[in-house]
């Protein structure tokens, strides 16, 4: 590329690297952007996709439901709507052969009515393997906290007032 070319191209994208930080700012989170060039090399576009509103992320939620997941895709979504939400979002990793987890599943489900406004998703283990591994999933049954993208907090095991004092102690109040 010719040195005045590169030149352009290197104001262009430092233009585009301002507007983006304008659209982080004004939205918390700039989804990939793509920069279209016009022939004078002066000129351009910036376009990209926007975050999911904050009532559009609510709507992928199920207040008081566990919600089941069954690939990575659908994890990521469900974990993004509850980061736009400010939700707590716990995943419980199972499985159908899991004795202690046959326990615990009826349990999880009245917490999830108990705490609507906690995010419950449930991953068979066999069914979403992809998921368990980029979990490092080694037993049965595990629950993960995420909070603002980031895990918080872990449980593993059947035990129901450990279970339930950690998302006391992570949701707040009712």
Known sequence: MPKELDEGFQVVVQKAKVVCLAFKRALSYC???????LLDWNAYVVTGSCPLSVQEALSALKDGQVI???????LEKKLS???????????????TWCGPCRFISPIYTSLAEKYP??????????????????????????????????????????DKSTLERKIAQHAGPL
């Open 68 to 74: 089941g997941i069954h690939s990575t895709g659908e």
């Open 117 to 158: 406004k906690v995010v419950f998703l449930k991953i068979d283990i066999d069914e979403a393997r992809d998921v368990a591994a980029s979990w490092n999933i080694s037993s049965v049954p595990t629950f993960f906290f995420v909070k603002n993208g980031k895990e918080i907090d872990s449980v593993v095991g059947a």
């Open 81 to 95: 709507a509850a980061s736009k939400t400010s939700r707590l979002a716990i995943l419980y990793f199972t499985a």
């Open 31 to 37: 989804f990939p952007i793509t920069l279209s060039f």
